[in-house]
């Protein structure tokens, strides 16, 4: 395979071959090339989209560190060190943070962060079959688009989705908060997006403390939101669960937790 080969199906796929046999075996050159081209492209696309780049919170940690107190603190107790970790763990893509740099990151991370992007500024996919994402977990971080701050009149907290994800991907020792291989949270596979959902729609449905009748019109299952079209989803148990936070507010984020199966957190 050439390289113009190599190089036209990781842009169609988000695949390559490790051995880098397009650049003799020199697997720093192939990755650089790929990642050269892969930002020309998304630099490009970025010109002549319809809609404008956009860029993230001037302090994105203390932004970030506001949406997501309420889950750490609803499952850990008031932990302000926990909370900052996790928010260092957020990052927010834009274009320019893209082009400029990244490079660090595996060759299929960067192909699905460029997809993000160019969805995000309404420009063709690399793929018809890249998948569409608001955001996504990889390499200990979570990567979300600007968009994610947007004031929302819904249930769609794509931040605090991720950082749900985080806390059953991440061990307490990689966010310092313990010297031990554990997890944050220990969630089943099979429940984690049921999971992540939970917790998206009930930080929105709390926000400001609302009255009781507001709170439940705001959990009604027809404003679910994201998780409606997401088939990883066990609605019925994503029902339940948010129904049961409802009828003890105070107790919420510890009934979504047993709800999806996750003990106790371990002591911090």
């Not at 929302?152 to 931040?159: F, I, L």
């Not at 930080?203 to 998780?227: C, F, K, M, N, Y």
Request: hydrophobic content about 45%; charged content about 20%; some cysteine.
């Amino acid at each position: 395979m050439s390289k113009s080969d190599s190089v036209e199906r990781f842009l169609a796929t988000g695949e390559h071959d490790p051995a880098f046999p397009s650049w003799g075996g020199d697997a720093a050159a192939g990755a650089a090339s790929l990642a050269r081209v892969l930002r020309r492209v998304v630099r490009w696309r970025a010109k002549g989209a319809p809609l404008p780049a956009r860029s993230g919170p001037a302090r994105p940690i203390e932004a970030v560190s506001a949406r997501i107190a309420p889950l750490v603190t609803g499952l850990f107790g008031d932990r302000p060190a926990l909370t900052r970790a996790l928010a260092d763990r957020v990052q927010v893509v834009t274009v320019s943070r893209f082009v400029e740099g990244l490079e660090d990151l595996p060759l299929e991370v960067q192909w699905t962060l460029a997809n993000l992007l160019l969805d995000d500024l309404g420009a063709p996919p690399l793929s018809d079959d890249a998948p569409q994402l608001d955001g996504f977990c990889a390499e200990g971080r979570a990567w979300v688009l600007p968009r994610a701050f947007d004031p929302s009149g819904g249930p769609t907290d794509v931040v605090v989705h991720e950082v749900a994800h985080l806390l059953h991907e991440l061990t307490r020792g990689e966010l310092a908060a313990a010297p031990a291989d554990a997890p944050l949270l220990a969630v089943p596979a099979n429940q984690r997006e049921t999971w992540a959902y939970a917790c998206e729609v009930w930080a929105w449905a709390t926000r400001d403390q609302p009255e009781a009748d507001v709170l439940a019109q705001r959990i009604a299952p027809s404003e679910h939101g994201r998780a409606h079209t997401d088939a990883r989803v066990d609605a019925p148990l994503l029902h339940q669960i948010l129904a049961a936070a409802v009828a003890a507010p105070e107790q919420g984020w510890a009934l979504l937790r047993a709800g999806v199966g996750a003990p106790d957190p371990l002591p911090l």
